[in-house]
């Protein structure tokens, strides 16, 4: 069966901490590996890995993608409020298919 | 500027009827997708659209039916055989044929059935 899983589920953290949100896949004919933020409405793209190994960056956030060992890591530093929000993470896989898992609630305290 | 629009944002109904939710998109994108989004379950695909007058189920099209008409518009029915249909639903967009593309999504629709 096709899965993504997220850990953790929920999060809370200081301004400042860094933070480490996972995601694991299974699915056919694995193509990409994407993140999305989502506030309030609609989930708003941040990353999409293709490629083993290669970190991408876009300022205090950062990703990358195992593909033998099946997993992201997205990677925030200096948290502050405003990167309170619903961290998801899915997998492009076979036809135009995407999965997604769960998402990570993060919650940033002043 | 281009975008998905879903309409409305809050849609309340009683049991038994059935409801539809508009998306139109002005991205010129050939797929559209429609997802359900529960609390802790991430976003399942209902139904998705690769082209104009083609469609198929996602995970849980059950209780659901769409139609694709026109490039633009991607409606989503909510019947009455859906067993719970209360949940946010997401519609999406991305170019056709380019499975190396991000989703653009909607603001979603936030269905209340009692």
């Known amino acids: 069966e096709d899965k993504v899983v997220q850990s953790p589920l929920s999060l809370v953290v200081h301004e400042g901490d860094t933070v480490t949100l996972n995601c694991s896949y299974e699915?056919?004919?694995?193509?990409?590996l994407l993140w999305y933020k989502q506030e309030k409405k609609a989930p708003t793209f941040l990353f999409m890995l293709?490629?083993?190994?290669i970190e991408k960056k876009s300022g205090r956030l950062s990703s990358i993608l195992d593909k033998k060992e099946l997993f992201s890591i997205l990677n925030i530093t200096a948290t502050q409020t405003g990167d309170s929000a619903v961290y998801l993470c899915?997998?492009?896989?076979?036809?135009?298919?995407?999965?997604f898992g769960a998402g990570t609630r993060l919650t940033v305290k002043p | 500027d281009g975008g998905i629009t879903q309409s409305p944002k809050y849609l309340f109904r009683k049991e038994g009827q059935n409801v539809t939710l508009s998306c139109e998109q002005n991205?010129?994108?050939?797929?559209m997708y429609w997802y359900r989004q529960d609390p802790g379950q991430g976003l399942r695909l209902i139904y998705y659209?690769?082209?104009?007058?083609?469609?198929q189920k996602g995970d849980i099209a059950e209780g659901y039916s769409v139609s694709r008409e026109k490039k633009e518009s991607f409606p989503l029915t909510v019947t009455s055989a859906q067993k719970n249909p209360t949940a946010f639903y997401l519609c999406?967009?991305?170019?056709?044929?380019?499975?190396?593309?991000?989703?653009?999504f909607g603001n979603g629709t936030r269905l209340t059935v009692t």
């Open positions: 999406a967009s991305r170019p056709g044929q380019t499975y190396n593309s991000p989703l653009h």
């Open positions: 699915v056919t004919n694995f193509r990409s």
């Open positions: 293709t490629s083993s190994g």
């Open positions: 899915a997998a492009g896989y076979r036809n135009n298919d995407m999965r």
């Open positions: 991205l010129n994108h050939d797929a």
């Open positions: 659209s690769q082209i104009v007058n083609d469609f």
